[in-house]
């Protein structure tokens, strides 16, 4: 069974360091993929943006995703860590790291850890703009992406 | 029962969590969002201004015929953003 390893709170996180921590010490791993969504600071004037999080039940649904990845892939590690409070355009929010014997898992389980981390995990975006604050609303096409990986779908 | 708010509903009812004790035959979720629209105007806005509200119960996102227990958390938030 895969290690897993969770992180909800405030501190930034070194992607690299993340990355070596996912196969350290474990000479059978010969893949790590990974993911590092960012601030994006573009749209609509974004100064800034909070996150706030459901703790208890976010480190719960994390945890259950990750259980899914592994029982679905053949995984050594899986490494989710996720921001909250207040973060900049450019900062990172989120990191979701897994290790594998081979590149196909590693990739496929990266992904579908990060679709459903957002369509599932208790977290709630609100940005502060030239024009004031607004809540980030839930989009269709996160859904679809997480709705691609249920297994009554054809699905590689 | 505790009853929690994140997000939009939070700042619109004003407080992020409140104790209650429902009247006995509240013993769903939708009852209960009827019954916590009569709580103050602000809960009321609130939950009609949400269309696609979500809810929890012990943490585990359930439906709206979920039947509730006295010592149950339940948990009111729009669709999630996070990632």
Same mark, same amino acid.
């Given at each position: 069974?895969?290690?897993?390893?969770?992180?909800?709170g405030a501190?930034?996180f070194?992607?690299?360091?993340?990355?070596?921590?996912l196969?350290r010490?474990?000479s059978?791993?010969?893949a790590?993929?990974?993911?590092?969504?960012?601030?994006?600071?573009?749209?609509?004037q974004?100064?800034?943006?909070t996150l706030e999080?459901?703790?208890?039940?976010t480190?719960?649904?994390i945890?259950i995703?990750?259980?899914?990845a592994a029982?679905?892939?053949?995984l050594?590690r899986i490494?989710?860590i996720?921001?909250?409070?207040?973060?900049?355009?450019g900062?990172?929010?989120v990191?979701v790291?897994?290790?594998s014997?081979?590149r196909?898992d590693?990739f496929q389980?990266?992904?579908?850890?990060?679709?459903?981390?957002?369509t599932?995990a208790?977290f709630?975006?609100?940005?502060?703009?030239?024009t004031?604050?607004?809540?980030?609303?839930?989009?269709?096409?996160?859904?679809?992406?997480?709705?691609?990986?249920?297994?009554?779908?054809?699905?590689p | 029962?505790?009853?929690?708010?994140?997000?939009?509903l939070r700042?619109?009812i004003?407080?992020?969590?409140?104790?209650?004790?429902p &009247?006995?035959?509240v =013993?769903?979720? +939708?009852?209960?969002v009827a019954w916590?629209?009569?709580?103050? &105007?602000a809960h009321? =806005?609130?939950? +009609?201004?949400?269309p696609?509200?979500?809810?929890?119960?012990n943490?585990d996102?359930?439906?709206f015929?979920?039947?509730?227990a006295q010592?149950?958390?339940?948990?009111?938030?729009?669709?999630?953003?996070?990632g």
């Amino acid at each position: 069974m895969a290690e897993i390893s969770l992180r909800v709170g405030a501190e930034d996180f070194d992607p690299g360091a993340e990355i070596a921590a996912l196969h350290r010490g474990n000479s059978e791993t010969g893949a790590v993929a990974s993911f590092v969504g960012l601030v994006r600071g573009d749209k609509d004037q974004v100064r800034a943006m909070t996150l706030e999080h459901y703790p208890g039940m976010t480190e719960k649904q994390i945890g259950i995703l990750a259980e899914q990845a592994a029982s679905r892939w053949r995984l050594d590690r899986i490494s989710v860590i996720h921001r909250v409070g207040t973060l900049l355009p450019g900062d990172r929010i989120v990191f979701v790291g897994t290790a594998s014997r081979h590149r196909g898992d590693a990739f496929q389980a990266c992904e579908f850890l990060i679709d459903w981390l957002k369509t599932s995990a208790p977290f709630w975006k609100l940005e502060q703009g030239d024009t004031g604050d607004r809540w980030v609303e839930a989009r269709e096409t996160d859904e679809a992406r997480a709705e691609r990986w249920r297994q009554d779908r054809e699905n590689p | 029962m505790k009853i929690v708010y994140f997000a939009g509903l939070r700042r619109q009812i004003g407080v992020g969590e409140e104790i209650i004790e429902p &009247p006995a035959g509240v =013993s769903s979720v +939708e009852a209960l969002v009827a019954w916590l629209k009569t709580h103050s &105007p602000a809960h009321k =806005s609130a939950f +009609e201004g949400c269309p696609r509200l979500m809810v929890a119960v012990n943490q585990d996102y359930a439906d709206f015929d979920a039947k509730l227990a006295q010592d149950d958390e339940v948990a009111f938030f729009p669709p999630v953003t996070g990632g």
